[in-house]
């Protein structure tokens, strides 16, 4: 039996290139995935909520993060309950 050679792995600054300047690492490093229950947690919707408005085109598309694994972009669900709220202001409330 030979001995292997050490696996070659890139460094974070490899795979970045040399292009890419210190703002964009940094905004790549920022990206937080949020799983089902996070999301509801975070929105206050049910996950068959979420899962209707998605295919309505009215919630932020889920991205696959794995085999069996999907998750929403912070960033994207944010933004989503940002557009919500200054909707909701917008409307004028309806008298009872």
């Known amino acids: ?3 292997r050679p050490p696996m070659n792995y890139q460094s974070t600054r490899d795979l ?9 690492r940094k905004a790549r490093a920022a990206i937080q995935i949020l ?17 209707q408005l998605e295919t309505e085109q009215r919630f ?6 794995g085999v ?5 972009l912070e960033e994207e669900v ?9 909707a ?3 409307t004028p409330a309806r008298s009872v």
């Open 78 to 86: 944010q933004e989503w309950l940002t557009q919500r709220v200054e």
């Open 16 to 24: 970045c290139g040399p292009t890419m300047n210190t703002a964009t």
């Open 35 to 51: 799983r089902l229950t996070q999301v509801c947690a975070r929105t206050g919707l049910c996950r068959s909520m979420i899962y």
């Open 68 to 72: 069996r694994a999907v998750g929403w």
């Open 88 to 90: 909701s202001r917008r």
């Open 60 to 65: 932020p598309s889920r991205i696959k993060i």
């Open 1 to 3: 039996m030979t001995a």
